[in-house]
T-cell receptor
Framework: NAGVTQTPKFQVLKTGQSMTLQCAQDMNHNSMYWYRQDPGMGLRLIYYSASEGTTDKGEVPNGYNVSRLNKREFSLRLESAAPSQTSVYFC????????????FGNGTRLTVT | DQQVKQNSPSLSVQEGRISILNCDYTNSMFDYFLWYKKYPAEGPTFLISISSIKDKNEDGRFTVFLNKSAKHLSLHIVPSQPGDSAVYFCAASELGNTNAGKSTFGDGTTLTVKP
């Protein structure tokens, strides 16, 4: 049982380049999330999808777009990468009820030069 | 305005002793609290949770205490083991379908357990 799988694990971009971070879960969860973690800081919510077909902004959505492709997959796109987007990105999923913990992937470490 | 705060960036304890990690929150709408553990190069993993109708929840060596009036929670690890060395994140959420399980995280406390 893989849980939450993120690809790629590492990525280096030049300023202005674009890329898509992929995330898939095999737990039949309704809700999925994208968080970023900067050094010495906690996880900040970028976007989330409460259920298939819906997406909503989180705390730090600027510079990102998301697509909930189906119930399993939730992708995060950087259209024009900036050095401020250098971070570790975590995808997570949950059944969607407030009293369920999040299940995280192992992260994508992104560096923008 | 940080709604969940972990004021101690790091904590070092001796193996076998108690580790106490603290967390404060400001949003009175939070009614479900979680602790996650994170090892380097891995994603956070769920450790223990507590809802606002309780003041204590225990799971083996881990106990979480909630003081709603003070908007404070703590995680106790007894006895501490070297394998507990990790970053611990406190998180809070609002129960209810409209919130879709979103959590707000603290900045984390790095626990080091010395053999």
């Amino acid at each position: 049982n893989a849980g939450v799988t993120q690809t790629p694990k590492f990525q280096v971009l030049k300023t202005g380049q674009s890329m898509t971070l992929q995330c898939a879960q095999d737990m039949n969860h309704n809700s999925m999330y994208w968080y970023r973690q900067d050094p010495g800081m906690g996880l900040r919510l970028i976007y989330y999808s409460a259920s298939e077909g819906t997406t909503d902004k989180g705390e730090v959505p600027n510079g990102y777009n998301v697509s909930r492709l189906n119930k399993r997959e939730f992708s995060l796109r950087l259209e024009s990468a900036a050095p401020s987007q250098t971070s570790v990105y975590f995808c997570a999923s949950s059944p969607g009820q407030g009293n369920s913990p999040l299940h995280f992937g192992n992260g994508t470490r992104l560096t923008v030069t | 305005d940080q709604q969940v705060k972990q004021n101690s960036p790091s904590l070092s304890v001796q193996e076998g002793r108690i580790s106490i990690l603290n967390c404060d929150y400001t949003n009175s709408m939070f009614d479900y609290f979680l602790w996650y553990k994170k090892y380097p190069a891995e994603g956070p993993t769920f450790l223990i949770s507590i809802s606002s109708i309780k003041d204590k929840n225990e799971d083996g060596r881990f106990t979480v205490f909630l003081n709603k009036s003070a908007k404070h929670l703590s995680l106790h690890i007894v006895p501490s083991q070297p394998g507990d060395s990790a970053v611990y994140f406190c998180a809070a959420s609002e129960l209810g379908n409209t919130n879709a399980g979103k959590s707000t995280f603290g900045d984390g406390t790095t626990l080091t357990v010395k053999p």
